[in-house]
């Protein structure tokens, strides 16, 4: 897992909606997830986005439609919180006709000139030739993208239900909980088991929302990292967003992290983009995960 140093290029915006962690203990880890419950249900706000069939009369393609819906309804989506109202926050959309979802994510604050130096760390790629997240390979990463200088990473993951959390195939009985159980316990390097792995994390708080019929997760966590010479095992955290969907059953998750501490800064930016994850028609170009598993090109 890469860890990344902060980047002192973009100052700390004053939010009275957004709390501050500091994350030096356990029992302060605890005190978080005590105050912290319900916190993201008002940062999420769900949007729909409009599809169509291609027609010879206006030639457009279900993909043109997709990427219009996306880059054209932003100030709707996303209002801004506290201090950032101020803020012109530019976003751009990614579609990945693969694995058939889309979201959008930040490249520009033009009130302060500042670019988001994003890099495709991994291209979006069929769920059989993804890089494995654990020994088991059940959980892959499809695409990722990252910002070095600004600690930022997105990440769409893949994988199957874990059925000791998940336990019955009705995902309308899924909790929010249980489906970040599920993708956590997959979520290692390491050659642990699920408990430990889960153990890794601490979920802050989740919660589901219906988009067109469909229901979504969206939870907060964080995982503890390995200490460095510059930073003490006891605080050094990243802080994750994510939301799941659903499909020929598989979870699909967007993931969106920074560091503990640049969490103030990037956080409300990086929710904008977990929001904005949707799975969209597939077209000819999707490929479902069960679809030639011994393929890796």
């Excluded at 019955?168 to 489906?179: F, L």
């Excluded at 219906?210 to 503890?224: A, K, M, N, S, T």
């Excluded at 409300?268 to 479902?288: D, G, H």
């Amino acid at each position: 897992m890469l860890l990344l140093s902060p980047s002192p290029s973009l100052s700390t915006p004053t939010n009275p909606f957004l709390v501050k962690h500091n994350l030096c203990s356990r029992d302060l880890t605890r005190t978080m997830l005590k105050h912290k419950k319900c916190r993201i249900r008002d940062k999420f706000q769900p949007c729909a986005f409009a599809t169509s069939e291609p027609t010879s009369q206006n030639g457009f393609c279900r993909r043109d439609l997709v990427l219009f819906g996306l880059s054209s309804s932003f100030s709707l989506i996303f209002p801004t919180l506290g201090s950032l109202a101020e803020e012109e926050l530019k976003m751009a959309p990614l579609v990945d006709e693969i694995n058939s979802y889309s979201y959008l994510y930040p490249v520009e604050l033009t009130s302060k000139k500042f670019l988001f130096k994003w890099v495709e760390s991994r291209k979006p790629e069929r769920y059989s030739s993804a890089a494995p997240l654990s020994p088991d390979a059940r959980l892959r990463i499809v695409s990722e993208r990252v910002d070095i200088i600004d600690n930022l990473i997105i990440s769409v993951s893949i994988g199957p239900p874990n059925s000791q959390f998940l336990k019955t195939k009705d995902k309308k009985t899924w909790t929010a909980k249980d489906v970040a159980d599920s993708v956590l316990s997959d979520k290692s390097a390491l050659r642990v088991t699920s408990s430990q792995r889960m153990a890794e994390s601490s979920v802050l708080d989740a919660h589901s929302s219906e988009i067109d019929g469909e229901p979504y997760w969206f939870y907060e966590y964080l995982v503890r990292k390995s200490p460095t010479k510059t930073a003490q095992g006891s605080n050094l955290y990243r802080h994750y967003v994510a939301s799941t969907a659903e499909r020929d059953g598989y979870l699909y998750s967007l993931n969106a992290s920074t560091l503990n501490k640049q969490w103030d800064k990037m956080g409300p930016f990086l929710e904008k983009t977990v929001a904005s994850f949707r799975l969209i028609p597939p077209t000819e170009y999707y490929v479902p995960p069960y679809k030639d598993p011994w393929r890796f090109w």
